[in-house]
Every structure is written in structure tokens, then in C-alpha cells.
């Protein structure tokens, strides 16, 4: 293999086991920061050799044996097990027993380290920016740069994020282990919020000139993907995937040739993924087949699955999305919540009533700033025949967003308008 070969296979390596590594590392550790640095140590001693040794037949186990010689190295030498240092620097004996030790963590890094690497790094101590850089860091295995690059900011300010997020860690004791009780629910509401913020940012960039980042699309469905299968009996979670999986499968249809936005209504659904769509059912299926009360995620993803069963745009259930949009708004009151049922009640009774419910939303602060809101009010003053008034909000929704694929789609909505009368 060439050495780009070879670069190209830790970078593929790493990816997929970066996260499994660390979980091992921290259990035995209790700091993430230092479990990641030993991580680190192992990734650029592969960088090292494997250009002259070549790929291991098992790499990932490579990198966790030379992970654990690391850590052992480091207990020494850093006196981080302070009941033992004696022993540890004088005695083999609890050398081997320490690396027994992170032989069993390693060995159980599929199961409970992981999750509690998942729940450390969605820890409410921490921001939300903090929580989504550290666990696309952590658990997604993306380089600073890369978290940088998909959110438009300095690499220097992601890394900041980092080193603060994993001092605030440290400094604030937070316990490497999973929540129990009450407090497990809501630290798995902070976990899912994280991931689903992620996603989001790929399906429906705030910034930027793409309309879309498939590749955090891609590591959010990977997230969700792992959760469920390490808290398999949680029906939110298998509800934010099975949203998340129908989500995904419109990513190529909402682009044009040129890279334009294509919204739901004009999208050619013969583009749907549809290995997704069944991927997406069947996590419904499952969340709604544990027998409790539907959550947000749920109703999200049946809401979300009403546009998939739809073969075009003229079939979609709006009654139905409209009932299940009020369901939510019921269950977790919310402005964007109740415009979005604005939208389906339109399309269901009309753009008056979608009208009458957004005009009441004019005077919400949290919209203040929200350039979905006059958009949508100038779709449904169009339709109305005031085009004056639309372009009014058109132009007030263009001034609001940052996104300059969604710009240049406001503008054409705009030009199409032609002239008032």
C-alpha cells in the first residue's frame, strides 16, 4: 500500500473506532479529556509505523493495545492511581493487573462504556455548542477541523470549545456512568437534543451557501443508529432515528442540478430513498411497539412518515399531519411547533386558516427573529392573491436568513410575484 493508502485506511479506521477506544480508556481513567489524549498517542503512533509496517490484519485491536500501553505509561508517570503508585513503579505484577484492568474495559467498550461516553459528553453541564462539538469529537470521530468546516466557524474557536468542554468535565467531577431514575430521562433528553441539532445542521444549513451537509446527516444517523441498540427499550430514541432515517431520505431531492433548494411539495420522490423509508418505518414500528405514551421524537416521526407512505404530493394526508402536529404542540408546547401546524392546516383547509394561526404567532418573541415565519406568511398571502403584502414578507424573511441557498430561493419567490396589482 502507498502511504496515501495507508492514511486513508487509519482515517477509515479511526472513524469507526475512535469512539469505542475512548469509551474503554475513560472507564479505567474516569477523565475523558485524558482518555481521548491517549487515543490521540495511539493515532499518530499508527501514523508512525503502519506507513512502514502496513495495515494490521486487525487495526482496531492495534490501536487499543497501544492505547492501553499508553495509559499504563501515563499512570506512572503522572501518579494517576495514587492507591497503587508504589506498586505501579516497582512492581510488574501491578502493571499486568492494570492492564487486565483496560483489557475488561476495552472488552466492554460495545455496551455500557459507550453509552457512558454518549451521556458524558451530552452532560447539561456543559453548552449546548460545547455538547455538539465534544461528542461530533468524541463518539463521531470528526477532526477539529471538520467540526469547524461543517459549521462555518474558526477551527480555533471549535478547539476552544474542546479544551473547555472537557476542563468543565474535569472540574465539575462529572461521574464517567450512566444516569439511574429520573435523572436517566432527563440526561436522555439532553443526548437526543444533541444529536438531533446535528442532523439538523446537515439537513437544513443556518449558514453558509449549501443548503444541505449530507456528512452530519450522516454522522447524526450513526449516533442515533449506536443509541439504539445500546438502550434498545427507549421509544424516543427510536423514534429521533426513525425521524431522522425518513428525513435523510429526501437529501437528494432537495437539491436541484445546480445545488438549488427543492422544497417538499416540488420534489421528485421517485429520488426518496427508499431503503431509508423502510429503515425509517421499521424504527417507528418499533418505538410505537413499546406500548407507551408517543413523545415528541414519535409524533415527529409518524409526521414525518404520512409524507413518506404519500407516492406525490397530492396524496399527503394533511388532516392527518395537521392532528399530529396538534398532538405535540399539546404535549411540548412551541411557536415553531404550532407554525408548522399552520402549514399542514392550510394545505388541509386552506391558506386563510394556516393564515389565521400564523397571525397570532406575529407577536411570539421567539419568532422574532425566525425567517421561516414571514416566509411562510407570504406563501399563504400569495395563494390569498395579496402579493403586495407577500413580498413585504418576503423581503423581511430574506433580511432574517443566513443561508444564501434559502436567499436565492426567496429572491425567485420574490421575482415570480412580477409586479403588484
Not at 477551527?155 to 435523572?183: C, H, M, N, W, Y
Not at 425518513?246 to 420522490?269: C, K, T, W, Y
Request: net charge negative; aromatic share 4%; hydrophobic share 45%.
Amino acid at each position: 500500500m502507498t502511504t496515501a493508502e495507508v492514511h486513508r485506511a487509519i482515517d477509515a479506521v479511526w472513524r469507526i473506532e475512535s469512539a469505542k477506544l475512548i469509551a474503554g480508556l475513560a472507564r479505567i481513567t474516569r477523565d475523558v479529556g485524558l482518555a481521548e489524549d491517549l487515543a490521540q498517542d495511539a493515532l499518530v503512533a499508527a501514523l508512525e509505523q503502519w506507513p512502514q509496517s502496513g495495515v494490521p490484519d486487525n487495526p482496531g485491536a492495534w490501536l487499543m493495545a497501544t492505547g492501553k500501553r499508553r495509559a499504563i505509561d501515563r499512570f506512572r508517570r503522572d501518579k494517576l492511581l495514587e492507591r497503587k503508585h508504589d506498586e505501579i513503579l516497582h512492581s510488574s505484577d501491578a502493571a499486568e493487573d492494570a492492564a487486565a484492568a483496560l483489557d475488561d474495559a476495552i472488552d466492554d467498550h460495545v455496551g455500557d462504556d459507550l453509552l457512558r461516553l454518549v451521556f458524558t459528553a451530552c452532560h447539561p453541564v456543559l453548552s449546548t455548542d460545547a455538547r455538539v462539538a465534544l461528542t461530533l469529537r468524541l463518539l463521531g470521530g470528526l477532526t477539529t477541523d471538520e467540526i469547524a468546516r461543517a459549521y462555518l466557524v474558526p477551527e480555533a474557536t471549535i478547539a476552544q470549545r474542546i479544551v473547555r468542554a472537557k476542563r468543565t468535565l474535569a472540574d465539575s467531577k462529572v461521574p464517567f456512568e450512566v444516569p439511574r431514575g429520573d435523572e436517566f430521562t432527563a440526561r436522555l433528553s439532553s443526548v437526543l437534543q444533541v444529536i438531533y441539532l446535528i442532523f439538523n445542521e446537515g439537513y437544513s444549513a443556518t449558514a453558509g451557501e449549501d443548503w444541505t451537509r449530507p456528512a452530519l446527516c450522516d454522522d447524526a444517523l450513526r449516533l442515533g443508529r449506536i443509541l439504539a441498540e445500546l438502550v434498545p427499550n427507549e421509544p424516543e430514541v427510536h423514534g429521533l432515528v426513525a425521524l431522522m432515517e425518513i428525513q435523510a431520505s429526501r437529501l437528494r431531492a432537495r437539491v436541484g442540478p445546480s445545488g438549488e433548494p427543492v422544497l417538499l411539495m416540488d420534489q421528485d420522490r421517485a429520488r426518496w430513498d427508499q431503503l431509508l423509508i423502510r429503515r425509517g418505518f421499521a424504527a417507528l414500528d418499533r418505538a410505537e411497539g413499546l406500548d407507551v405514551e408517543r413523545g415528541p421524537y414519535v409524533l415527529q416521526a409518524a409526521i414525518a412518515a404520512c409524507h413518506a407512505r404519500a407516492r406525490t404530493a397530492a396524496e399527503t394526508d394533511w388532516r392527518a399531519i395537521a392532528d399530529l402536529y396538534a398532538e405535540l404542540q399539546s404535549l411540548t408546547p412551541s411557536p415553531v411547533i404550532e407554525l408548522n401546524r399552520a402549514v399542514a392546516v392550510a394545505m388541509a383547509e386552506g391558506p386563510g386558516a394556516g393564515l389565521a394561526i400564523v397571525d397570532r404567532l406575529r407577536g411570539e418573541k421567539a419568532l422574532a427573529g425566525y425567517h421561516l415565519l414571514p416566509a411562510v406568511r407570504a406563501d399563504f398571502l400569495t395563494k390569498l392573491g395579496r402579493r403586495e403584502e407577500a413580498r413585504a414578507e418576503l423581503e423581511r424573511a430574506i433580511e432574517l436568513t443566513r443561508n444564501e441557498s434559502e436567499r436565492a430561493l426567496m429572491r425567485a419567490r420574490v421575482e415570480a410575484l412580477g409586479t403588484a396589482r
